[in-house]
C-alpha cells in the first residue's frame, strides 16, 4: 500500500476528493471551503483504513506522511497568493473612504476578543494541579493574543464563492488584514518581553537573537513586503504578462523556502504572511491597472486553493479536537462570544448601523494558518534545554492543543457562519444562492441539453425546445444592500459617499426616504476641478430624475428591454411605484451573468 505514498498520486487523489467536496457542498448548500476540508478528512480516514490491512501503521504512514509534507509547498503558494489579494484592501483610496471607522471598529474588538479570552482562560488553567497565577496568566495572555487572528483563506474564498460585493464584505476583508497583522506582532513582541522579563524560558530567550528574530518578524516582515511590492510595480510595467506571473509565483514560492532556510540556519526568521500582506498593498498602491494581473491571478489560483484546503482537511487534528478539556472549549466560546461582542460593540461606535451591522463578527470566526503558525513557534522557543535536546514547556504544548483542536470547529463552521452574514447583509445575489443545487435557466437550456441536442442534430434528429424550468426576477440578481444619498448632501458628501463605493452609480432619496433620482459618476468628472459649482449643486442637482427603475418582481427580459433602451450600467429597484423606496440595486452585469452564465457555474 506504500505506492500511495507517492506524492504526485496523493495530489491526485486530494484534487479528485476536491472535486467532489466541491460538488458536495453545492448539493447541500454549503461553501465550497467546508466541502474540501470535509473531503480531505475524508480521504485522510480512509488511507488510514487502507493502512490497517497488512501493513502496520507505523510502516504505512512515515512514506505517506513524507508525502504529505512534499505538498507544503503548495500550502505556502496559496497561502501567499491569499495575503496579497487581501493586502489590496490597504489601497490608500479604499482606507481613506472607511476611515477612522474602521479601525474604531477593529480596537473594540480586539480589546473584547482579548479580555473576554484572557480572563477565561486564565481562570480555567488555575483550576489545574499545580499551575499557578503567572504561568496561568501567561497561557491565558497569549491565547488571548491568538484569538485574535483570522483566517484569510476561508474568509476571502467564501466571499468570492458568492460574489458578496458591499461595505460589510469590504469591512470583513479590511479587519481580516488589520487584526493579523496586529495579532502577528503583539504575539511576537508579549514573547519577547515576557522572555526578556524571564517570566519564561526558552533555548534564545535572553539573547539578542530572539530581540533580532521578533524585529524580523515584524517591521522587518513589513519592510521586504513593501519592497518586493515595488520591485514588482517596476517588472509589471516592463515584462509580459506571462513573464510576469511566472516570476510572482517563483517569488512567492522562494519566499516561504528561504524562511524556512533561514530560521535552520541562522536561528532567525521573516514572518511569511505579512511579507506577502504588505506586497499586496504595496503593489496595489503603486502600480498603474493591475485588473490584467488580478484576472490571471484568479484563473490559474483556483485549483491551487481547492488544494490548499484539501491539505487543511487531510490535516485537521481530530485527536487534538479530543484532549482540548475545558480550557479548550472555553477558549472556542470565549472566542465566539468576543468576536460577536466586539462587532456589536464596534458598530455602535461608528454611527449609522445600517452600514455596519451589529453581527459582523460573526462574519470572522474562520481560524487557521496564522494560529497555528504561532503555536509551532511557541513550541520551538519556549522549553528548557536539555542534554537530549530542547524540550517544549508544558505550557506550549497545552497552547499548541488548544489552537490545533480549535481549529477543527472554526474552520468548519467559520465559513457557514460568514456566508450567513454576507447573506443576510444583502450583498450576495439570489440567484448565487440559487445555484448551489441546480442551475437556475431562464428562457436558454442548460449546457448539457445543448450538447445533448447538438449531437441529434449532427446525426440528423431534431426535438422542439423544451420549456424554462424557472423564471428569474430582478429579486434573484439584485444585491439589496446598497445605501442612497440624501438629497440635500452637498457635493463634498457625494465625493465622499463616492470613494466609499463599489458601484458606479449612486440612488438619490428625499427626505421621505423615497427615489428621486441617480448620480452617475460620468456626471461628476466636469464638476470636480470646478470649486464654483462645487460650493452650489447638492445631491438632487446632480441627479438624473428621468432613469427607468426596476421592481423586485420584473422579469429579466423585461429588464433587458429597459437596459437595452437607455444609456445606464446599473438601476434603482423600488419597492413600488407608490412608495418608490429603494430596496436595491441592479446592474447590467448582473444581467448578463444570469442570462449567460460561465458553465462552470453549475457546479459550485
Known sequence: MTHFADPALLAALMLLAAIVGGYAAAFVRVPRVVGYLLAGLALHLALAALAQRGETTAEWFEPLAQAARWLQGLKQLALGLIMFAIGSVFEVSHMRAVGVRVFRLSAIKIITVVVLVGLGCTAVY??????????????????????IATAPAATLLVLQEYGSKGTVSDTILTLTAINNTVCIIAFHTLFLVLSATGVIGGSYAAGRWLWLDVVLNSVGSMALGVALGFGFSVLYAR??????????????????????????????????????????????????????????????????????????????????????????AVYTVMRIGGKALGGWLGTRSRGPRHETPAYIGLGMLCQAGVAIGLADFLVRAWGTNTPAGFVADRAATDFKTIILGSVVIFELVGPLALKAV????????????????????????????????ALLRTVGVTRPAGKSVETLQVR?????????????????????????????????????????????????????????????????????????????????????????????????????????????????????????????????
Not at 503567572?134 to 493574543?145: S, T, Y
Not at 466636469?526 to 447638492?538: A, K, N, S
Not at 433587458?560 to 452585469?589: K, N, Y
Open 126 to 147: 488555575l483550576l489545574r494541579p499545580g499551575v499557578g497565577p503567572a504561568q496561568a496568566a501567561v497561557l491565558g495572555g497569549m491565547l488571548a493574543v491568538a484569538g
Open 239 to 328: 515584462v509580459p504578462m506571462k513573464d510576469f506571473s511566472l516570476i510572482f509565483l517563483g517569488v512567492v514560492l522562494g519566499l516561504g523556502a528561504f524562511r524556512d532556510l533561514l530560521s535552520d540556519e541562522l536561528g532567525l526568521s521573516y514572518n511569511f504572511l505579512l511579507t506577502t500582506l504588505f506586497l499586496g498593498a504595496t503593489f496595489a498602491n503603486i502600480t498603474v491597472d493591475t485588473e490584467p494581473f488580478q484576472k490571471a491571478l484568479r484563473s490559474f489560483s483556483a485549483p491551487i486553493f481547492a488544494l490548499f484546503f484539501v491539505i487543511a482537511g487531510y490535516e485537521l487534528h481530530l485527536d487534538d479536537l479530543k484532549h482540548i478539556g475545558l480550557i479548550g
Open 422 to 453: 454576507a447573506v443576510r447583509s444583502g450583498e450576495v445575489k439570489a440567484v448565487t444562492l440559487l445555484r448551489r443545487r441546480h442551475h437556475p435557466e431562464t428562457a436558454r437550456e442548460s449546457a448539457t441539453r445543448r450538447s445533448w441536442r
Open 476 to 604: 434573484h440578481i439584485m444585491r439589496s444592500s446598497v445605501k442612497v444619498l440624501p438629497a440635500s448632501a452637498r457635493f463634498d458628501e457625494v465625493l465622499h459617499f463616492v470613494e466609499s463605493s463599489r458601484y458606479n452609480h449612486f440612488p438619490v432619496v428625499d427626505e421621505d426616504e423615497r427615489y428621486v433620482g441617480l448620480i452617475h459618476f460620468s456626471d461628476l468628472r466636469g464638476m470636480m476641478y470646478d470649486p464654483f459649482v462645487r460650493e452650489l449643486v447638492t445631491a438632487h442637482d446632480l441627479a438624473r430624475q428621468n432613469t427607468p427603475l426596476a421592481t423586485p418582481d420584473m422579469t429579466l427580459d423585461e429588464l433587458f428591454a429597459i437596459f437595452a433602451e437607455s444609456d445606464v450600467g446599473s438601476l434603482a429597484v423600488i419597492d413600488g411605484v407608490e412608495s418608490r423606496h429603494v430596496v436595491g440595486i441592479v446592474e447590467q452585469r448582473d444581467l448578463l451573468a444570469a442570462m449567460h452564465p460561465p458553465a462552470r457555474a453549475a457546479t459550485r
